[in-house]
Nanobody, 125 residues
Framework: QVQLVESGGGLVQAGGSLRLACAAS????????MGWFRQTPGKEREFVAD????????YYAGSVKGRFTITRDNAKNTVYLQMNSLKPEDTAVYYC??????????????????WGQGTQVTVSS
């Protein structure tokens, strides 16, 4: 069973940057798409970004496009989320997730079958 562990969250001022990482256990990491989601209290978990199995295709939510970049290193079983120009509204718990196939366009949550425990990102104004 795959285990996903996020890291890199923290407190940052508006306009700053953070890089999140998600390390996956198991030998089949490169067979699956990976995604990032976020959730704030009282709200539904929302899609942030997704990357296909070899890193060649990415997909972003409109609210983060141009500011966030998702990448992966299959040799390290790790997916990253570089977050630049952060805004207070980016404050949330960020989760990584494993897709059920090599590519998960659209960020539909039911198409992911494993989730990390989350890492808190707080952006102060």
């Amino acid at each position: 069973q795959v285990q996903l562990v996020e890291s890199g969250g923290g407190l940052v001022q508006a306009g700053g940057s953070l890089r999140l990482a998600c390390a996956a256990s198991g030998r089949t990491f490169s067979d699956y798409a990976m995604g990032w989601f976020r959730q704030t209290p009282g709200k539904e978990r929302e899609f942030v970004a997704d990357i296909n199995w070899n890193g060649g295709v990415t997909y972003y939510a409109g609210s983060v496009k141009g500011r966030f970049t998702i990448t992966r290193d299959n040799a390290k079983n790790t997916v990253y989320l570089q977050m630049n120009s952060l805004k207070p509204e980016d404050t949330a718990v960020y989760y990584c997730a494993r897709g059920r196939s090599r590519w998960n366009p659209g960020g539909v949550q039911s198409t992911y079958d494993a989730w990390g425990q989350g890492t808190q990102v707080t952006v102060s104004s």
